[in-house]
Nanobody
Framework: QAQLEESGGGLVQAGGSLRLTCVDV????????MAWFRQATGKEREFVGY????????LYADSVKGRFTISRDLARNMLFLQMNSLRPEDTAIYYC???????????????WGQGTQVTVSS
């Protein structure tokens, strides 16, 4: 079983930035795509974006495109989510994920981290 550990969440004002980090502790997804999802209170878990196995390509949900950037450091088995121009509607628990399936913005995952809370105030 994979072990994914997120960090970097917190409270930020609208318009601010945060960078989330995910450590793929066991290097389970070193040669596989990885993704970020989020879940707001009372809402279904939502796809945020994913990155290819080599870090060369990314795909984002329309709601975050142009504001969020996913990257990865393969040598350090780390995944990042840089979040800029944050909005209150970005408030959610953010999850690092692997073992992806589905297509495009309909991507889903079988492996998850514990999540890190991001709260954006007005």
């Amino acid at each position: 079983q994979a072990q994914l550990e997120e960090s970097g969440g917190g409270l930020v004002q609208a318009g601010g930035s945060l960078r989330l980090t995910c450590v793929d502790v066991k290097r389970t997804f070193a040669h596989s795509p990885m993704a970020w999802f989020r879940q707001a209170t009372g809402k279904e878990r939502e796809f945020v974006g994913y990155i290819t196995y080599d870090g060369q390509n990314t795909l984002y949900a329309d709601s975050v495109k142009g504001r969020f950037t996913i990257s990865r450091d393969l040598a350090r088995n780390m995944l990042f989510l840089q979040m800029n121009s944050l909005r209150p509607e970005d408030t959610a628990i953010y999850y690092c994920a692997g073992d992806l399936y589905g297509h495009g913005q309909d991507a889903r995952a079988r492996s998850w981290g514990q999540g890190t809370q991001v709260t954006v105030s007005s």
